[in-house]
């Protein structure tokens, strides 16, 4: 097949490092919410768009991306080429846009549990989660505890992509990648259905139907949801909260420019965003107008030399019309800004005593309920880098209590201290770390000094035992995330 020809393709970018940059070009039919799906998993490769052209015509799209690597992040292009095509729809006979069908939807995914039991070492639970990805795994819930042997039990609740588990080769593939990366041959692994006990519903933690966003069940427009909020006389957007939980002790949002134009065109309202670049940001804002059925025709985004982003992007409400009604467009332009300048929050704070911190990120899923990418691998790798040890973490969705428009969001929880055992005492040391994840989440260059053990002054976190593997099954009922 002639590269012209492949639903994707990925070249190199002369001039340009051929290590770092690559263009990728998918030509395929259009889908709502595919714009969303291709920066999302170019996202989960750690790639970061530097610049980008994306048109349809309502039946077939096109789009051409320029992506680099992020520091430290390895190149898989191959595997991307592999997994873009696998999001991509298929070529239809009457080449119409691709709408979602509750019966053509695909089957629901099964959860499955792994649990891994070995003894603790630095850096492991950032290389599992890389391990996993690299297998095609995903991740939606998590945890992982430390007891005082130093003896580690990992449960991850996990959606195999391939769709071949519960199949004995592939529960094979899996556990052999798993003990490589820990580097114990006699690590305990197993891979079984996730009990039903431990994915029910409560007030504190969900399960939520994975898919696509292109796959994702059509939500309230813009036009409805400023319906409903002007009957209820309810002014809060389902993003507000998110600046108000931001701590403003490390450092404020950024400066983010937002204008909606519908002179430029009579069928469109083109949006243009001002903003500092970072990893993930075309994603962010194109789950954002996905997530209030938003249609993107045509978009354009430029990083400029001074790492100041440009996109535009012309839209049209599911209808069809230009988005015209004030209060509308300013709900948009309050959404977009939240996006491009907040995708996540983080906070801080010691815990049980003041013997340990808590390190909490929080983020928004998407249309098809999936988390964002890469947060616990990211994070990890911030950890790392200062030599911080986790001793316990907790990857949950949690959903809303009562009735709000707030949306259900992931926490990624990580209990942390410094080498000695001593929690991170001064609010400089806080205010590292943050900058460190920070740095880390946005694909920015880790600075981080790490942190030199100290005479403890407090006493080492009061550490359980890891449960074994065949009592945790039984007390699942019990657990509350």
């Known amino acids: 097949m002639e590269p012209e020809e492949e639903v994707v393709s990925i070249r190199v970018v002369y001039g340009a490092d051929n290590d770092m940059e690559r263009e990728v070009r998918i030509s395929c039919p259009d889908a709502t919410g595919l714009g969303c799906d291709v920066t999302r998993m170019l996202l989960d490769f750690g790639l970061r768009i530097v610049h980008g052209d994306m048109s349809t015509d309502g039946k077939w ?60 070492r630095e850096g492991v639970l950032h290389d599992l989660m890389h391990v996993l990805w690299e297998a095609d795994v995903a991740v939606f ?110 450092g404020g949002l950024e400066d983010v420019q937002v204008t909606i ?68 467009q300013e709900e948009l332009i309050e959404r977009v800004k939240q996006a491009a300048a907040l995708p996540v929050v983080i906070s801080i704070k010691d815990v049980y005593d003041e013997t340990c911190t808590e390190l909490l990120v929080l983020a928004n899923l998407d249309s098809g309920a999936r988390g964002r990418p890469r947060v616990t691998y990211d994070v990890t790798a911030a950890l790392n880098a200062m030599q911080l040890c986790v001793f316990m973490a907790d990857v949950y969705i949690e959903s809303p209590v009562g009735e709000t428009e707030q949306r259900p969001q992931e926490m990624h929880r990580f ?3 410094c080498i000695d055992g001593c929690r991170l005492g001064s ?12 740095a880390s989440l946005a694909g920015t260059e880790l600075v981080s000094t790490p942190f030199p053990a100290q005479p403890s002054q407090l006493a080492k976190p009061k550490e359980q035992p890891a449960p074994s593997q065949k009592s945790v099954a039984r007390q699942f009922r019990h657990w509350k995330w």
């Open 427 to 438: 609010s400089q040391e806080k205010r590292s770390m943050y900058e460190c994840v920070h």
């Open 61 to 120: 799209c096109f789009l051409i991306f320029r992506v680099a690597l992020c520091c430290s992040v390895p190149a898989h292009w191959l595997l991307l080429k592999s997994r873009l095509e696998k999001i991509c729809p298929r070529s239809q006979g009457a080449q119409a846009l691709w709408r979602w069908n509750s019966r053509g939807s695909e089957p629901l995914q099964h959860p499955f549990l792994l649990q891994v039991t070995s003894y603790n």
């Open 261 to 328: 134009d519908n002179s430029t065109t009579s069928a469109y309202s083109l949006i243009n965003i001002v903003c500092r670049d970072r990893k993930g940001l075309v994603y962010d804002v194109m789950r954002t107008v996905k997530d209030i059925h938003i249609r993107v025709a045509y978009g354009k985004v430029h990083v400029r030399q001074d790492y100041m982003c440009e996109a535009d992007l012309f839209v049209q409400e599911v209808d069809g019309q230009q988005i015209t009604d004030q209060e509308a």
């Open 141 to 250: 819930k998590a945890h992982i505890t430390t007891g005082p042997s130093d003896k580690v039990l990992d449960l991850f609740w996990i959606y195999d992509n391939k769709k071949e588990l519960p199949e004995n080769h592939r529960v094979l593939q899996i556990c052999d990648l798993v003990r490589d990366c820990v580097g114990q041959p006699d690590a305990e692994c197993s891979i079984n259905p996730a009990p039903p006990d431990s994915c029910a519903e409560d007030s504190t933690s969900t399960i939520l139907k994975r898919c696509a966003c292109k796959d994702a069940k059509p939500a309230a427009s813009l036009r409805k949801i400023m319906s409903h909020r002007k009957s209820s006389n309810s002014v809060q957007s389902d993003m507000s909260s998110w600046q108000g939980s931001q701590s403003e002790e490390y």
């Open 415 to 417: 209990l942390v201290h």
